[in-house]
């Protein structure tokens, strides 16, 4: 049985020869068709193909003097690789050199087998033994069954906390779906609060032409060519300014109105958007019993119940009620 020291030189030496690449020995782009070591890559090739065929596993079962001369057969070789890698033309006799290590790749490889033939052989004797492919054999059915049992206790371990990740999840989910609605109430709370905005700026507006009119109009009697000369005139006067101030006024009342419409329906839009968001939080809160239903109910009738637009007197009472008997007349049925 080898030494470790000369087991691991060994396995070095072999390892660098089997990865050693033949194409990188060509080198025909820095020294020129005619300098290069094209016609080497082939004979470079059949001496690595040789030393791959000596399993590295078999090494371990060698003499301390046969791994002796694999290394130095691995390592002549190779040496004759880094000769070709570092060949330069600059360098005394360089064709002379060139065309004996051509020359000694060329007869290379039969001699080369000749000395490791055994060891190929052993190589090739052992890989198909039965009995040590039996036992690999073992070996790997046994680690395979043992990380299978391993995967099992660990997926049993993650079942729990992957239920409870899914119902996280599924909760998470079902709360988003509500805010997601719930932005189309903010979005129009929004809108309105700007338009009653906008209305609020134009009453302003009539309000103050309404007061500078009525200020004028005290005076408006004095100012020459508007001075009424009769009853007539006067009349007609009096008559205008009624007109005015009555269409004014009514500019005035429809601007305010509608402030007040955008402002009611920004405000009941707003608690429609709370109504939904709180939905949720008053459900959880709630110890069963059918009280589901109830907030629900009520949810329901505050966001769908029509509201009231401010142009008309209709309330929407009629239509808030139908929507709660819907509701207990579903309940009683599902209670049946």
């Given amino acids: 049985m080898a030494l470790q020291e000369k087991l691991e030189k060994c396995t070095e030496s072999l390892k660098r020869v089997q990865k050693f690449k033949a194409s990188t020995l060509s080198r025909e782009d820095d020294l020129g068709k005619q300098m290069s070591f094209v016609n080497a890559i082939k004979d470079a090739q059949s001496i690595i193909d040789v030393y791959k065929r000596i399993p590295i596993s078999t090494l371990a079962d060698l003499t301390d003097s046969q791994l002796d001369l694999i290394i ?3 390592d002549s070789d190779f040496n004759v690789f880094e000769q070709i890698s570092k060949f330069s033309v600059a360098e005394p006799n360089a064709t002379q050199t060139r065309t004996q290590i051509l020359a000694t790749l060329q007869h290379r490889r039969d001699q080369l087998f000749e000395q490791v033939f055994s060891y190929i052989a052993y190589g090739v004797a052992r890989a198909s033994d039965t009995s040590v492919l039996e036992t690999q054999a073992r070996a790997t059915i046994q680690a395979i069954e043992d990380k299978s049992k391993d995967f ?14 899914i119902a996280a999840i599924r909760s998470v989910a079902s709360e988003q779906g509500v805010s997601q609605q719930a932005i189309y109430f903010k979005d129009e709370s929004e809108s309105q609060d700007g338009l ?12 103050s032409v309404v007061a500078a009119f009525a200020v004028l109009s ?18 007609q006067l009096v008559t205008s300014k009624i007109l005015i101030f009555a269409t ?4 005035l009342i429809l601007a305010a109105k509608n402030y007040n419409t955008h402002k009611h329906n920004a405000i009941v839009n707003k608690h429609r958007q709370n109504a939904l968001l709180t939905y949720r939080a008053l459900v959880a809160a ?14 329901a ?25 819907l509701f207990t007349k579903s309940a009683t049925k599902t209670g049946e």
């Fill in 72 to 74: 130095r057969q691995a």
């Fill in 152 to 165: 099992i206790k660990q997926l049993e371990t993650n079942t729990g906390a992957s239920n409870i990740a």
């Fill in 196 to 207: 009653a905005k906008e209305w609020l700026k134009k009453t302003y507006i009539f309000a």
């Fill in 218 to 235: 005290i005076f408006i009697h004095k100012i020459p060519f508007l001075k009424p000369d009769g009853a007539i005139e006067s009349l």
């Fill in 248 to 251: 004014l006024g009514y500019l």
């Fill in 286 to 299: 709630a110890d069963g019993g059918g009280t589901e239903d109830i907030v629900l109910a009520h949810a």
């Fill in 301 to 325: 009738s505050c966001i769908f119940s029509p509201q009231e637009t401010g142009f008309s007197q209709n309330r929407g009472d009629g239509a808030s009620k139908s929507v709660l008997e």
